[in-house]
């Protein structure tokens, strides 16, 4: 599986599978790793890639160099004065941030350093996020007078309103302790214990039915926003749904049995 190259330049994103887990690295360290465009379509073909790959159970989100990511590149933003490739950047950034959340395996963020503007914006839409204890978090962008709207989108569907407005409106940075407190990461760990944290999750989530996993994902998006009535009108089909599969079946019976599951849809059932 090969990401996008520019011509005479190393790879946007990187990307390795091993173990059940695709991982996707962001491959612009030097720079902080800006979601420029070619970043951004890079990110989006590795994600619709691995989403049709059934070997692949976990998908983590990594970064090279110093920081995760720094935000969109304000060189790119400031070299096109040009509304249609404004709304052109925006429209695939939105479409790859969406797909973190329809893709069917779970996604992990891996955040050492900074994670401002979109950084913090990719952060906030993966499924999971583990950040090392010196990462730091931001909205800092009324500081070049760009307020940062849709990085809002994600950041503010995971910490209260009042804590999203504060990012947005002081510009200031919240440190990892902070953003674990705001619901904004899972978990906060030495940045020598990130791979061991992330690991942790990865092997819980392979350990579970597949199919399930992915059914879960679904509907969790599908619900978060609607209202109680429907939200739960959803969520009652799905489950009905779920409870007729295979893995179910084999489950429940598991655990009423005290053994360990083996999954049909593992064997190429369901």
């Not at 990110?43 to 090279?64: N, T």
């Amino acid at each position: 599986m090969n990401a996008p190259v520019d011509a005479g330049l190393e790879p946007q994103v990187l990307c390795r599978v091993e173990r059940e887990v695709a991982t996707l690295t962001l491959n612009r360290g030097a720079r902080y790793n800006p979601l420029s465009l070619p970043m951004i379509d890079a990110l989006a073909d590795a994600l619709d890639a691995v989403a049709g790959d059934s070997a692949v159970r976990v998908v983590v989100i990594a970064a090279e160099g110093k920081g995760f990511c720094a935000g969109h590149d304000l060189k790119e933003l400031r070299a096109h004065r040009d509304i249609g490739w404004q709304r052109t950047l925006f429209e695939r950034c939105n479409a790859m941030m969406q797909r973190l959340t329809t893709i069917p395996q779970p996604t992990i963020a891996r955040v050492h350093g900074i994670a401002t503007a979109a950084g913090c914006q990719l952060v906030s839409m993966c499924d999971l996020a583990v950040a090392a204890e010196g990462a730091t978090f931001a909205l800092p962008g009324l500081n070049t007078a760009v307020f940062c709207t849709t990085p809002a989108v994600g950041v503010g569907r995971n910490v209260s309103r009042k804590r999203a407005m504060e990012m947005l409106l002081t510009a200031a940075p919240v440190d990892a302790a902070t953003a674990l407190d705001w619901g904004l990461v899972n978990r906060v760990v030495p940045v020598d214990g990130l791979d061991a944290a992330i690991d942790a999750l990865v092997r819980s989530i392979v350990a579970r039915s597949a199919p399930t996993v992915a059914l879960g994902k679904r509907a969790f998006y599908a619900q978060i926003e609607r209202d109680l009535a429907s939200a739960y009108a959803l969520a009652g089909e799905t489950m009905a749904h779920n409870l007729m599969s295979d893995d179910a079946a084999e489950g429940i019976d598991a655990f009423v049995g005290k053994r360990a599951p083996r999954w049909p849809s593992a064997q190429g059932g369901d």
